[in-house]
C-alpha cells in the first residue's frame, strides 16, 4: 500500500519463514514501470516504517540471467566517519548525489554495542559515480571530520588454500 502512492505497482512479495510462518522483514516491490522504481528508491530510501528504516534498491538478482547484475565492483570504502553523528543515511544523503548507488550504505558496527567503528562501504553501479564520490569527497569534511574516501579492496581469504 505504502508503495502505490511512489507508482503504479504490478506485484509484492514479502516472504515468510517457512518454519514460523513471520515475515522476514524484508519484501519485492515490482512496479510496472522502471522509472516508477528509480523513483521509489530516491523517495523511499531510509523512510522510517515501524521504527526502523527501510532499504529500498533494485534487486540485484536479473530474471533472466540469474547473475547479479548491478555490482560491478564500484564500492568505496569511506573512513574516519564520526560515530556519534554519520550514519546509513547520512551516508546515502551525501554519496546518491554522485550516482546510483546499488545497495544501502553499509557502516561496520559492533556486534554487542551497536556502536559505529567510524568506517563503512557505499556501493555505486558505474566507475564514473564511484571516481567521482572519490574525487569530490576525499579529504573533505563531514560531520566535523576529515574522511577518507577510497576504493574498498575484499580482504584476502586467511587460512585454507585456494
Same mark, same amino acid.
Do not use: W
Given at each position: 500500500?505504502?508503495?502505490?502512492?511512489?507508482?503504479?505497482?504490478?506485484?509484492?512479495?514479502?516472504?515468510?519463514?517457512?518454519?514460523?510462518?513471520?515475515? *522476514?522483514?524484508?519484501? &519485492?516491490?515490482?512496479? +510496472? $514501470?522502471? /522509472? %516508477?522504481? =528509480?523513483?521509489?528508491?530516491?523517495?523511499?530510501?531510509?523512510?522510517?516504517?515501524?521504527?526502523?528504516?527501510?532499504?529500498?534498491?533494485?534487486?540485484?538478482?536479473?530474471?533472466?540471467?540469474?547473475?547479479?547484475?548491478?555490482?560491478? *565492483?564500484?564500492?568505496? &570504502?569511506?573512513?574516519? +566517519? $564520526?560515530? /556519534? %553523528?554519520? =550514519?546509513?543515511?547520512?551516508?546515502?544523503?551525501?554519496?546518491?548525489?554522485?550516482?546510483?548507488?546499488?545497495?544501502?550504505?553499509?557502516?561496520?558496527?559492533?556486534?554487542?554495542?551497536?556502536?559505529?567503528?567510524?568506517?563503512?562501504?557505499?556501493?555505486?553501479?558505474?566507475?564514473?559515480?564511484? $571516481?567521482? /564520490?572519490?574525487?569530490?569527497?576525499?579529504?573533505?569534511?563531514?560531520?566535523?571530520?576529515?574522511?577518507?574516501?577510497?576504493?574498498?579492496?575484499?580482504?584476502?581469504?586467511?587460512?585454507?588454500?585456494?
Amino acid at each position: 500500500e505504502l508503495f502505490t502512492q511512489v507508482g503504479r505497482v504490478n506485484s509484492v512479495h514479502m516472504p515468510k519463514d517457512k518454519l514460523t510462518g513471520l515475515h *522476514g522483514g524484508y519484501g &519485492f516491490v515490482e512496479f +510496472l $514501470d522502471v /522509472a %516508477d522504481a =528509480d523513483y521509489a528508491i530516491q523517495i523511499m530510501g531510509m523512510v522510517k516504517l515501524f521504527s526502523r528504516p527501510m532499504r529500498v534498491n533494485k534487486s540485484s538478482l536479473d530474471k533472466k540471467s540469474g547473475q547479479n547484475s548491478l555490482d560491478v *565492483g564500484a564500492n568505496l &570504502f569511506i573512513g574516519n +566517519l $564520526d560515530p /556519534a %553523528d554519520v =550514519d546509513e543515511k547520512l551516508l546515502y544523503d551525501t554519496f546518491s548525489a554522485f550516482g546510483t548507488i546499488i545497495k544501502p550504505p553499509k557502516i561496520m558496527r559492533d556486534d554487542m554495542t551497536n556502536t559505529s567503528k567510524g568506517f563503512g562501504f557505499v556501493s555505486f553501479d558505474a566507475f564514473e559515480a564511484s $571516481d567521482l /564520490a572519490i574525487e569530490c569527497m576525499n579529504n573533505q569534511y563531514l560531520c566535523n571530520r576529515q574522511i577518507t574516501v577510497q576504493y574498498a579492496f575484499k580482504k584476502a581469504s586467511t587460512g585454507g588454500e585456494g
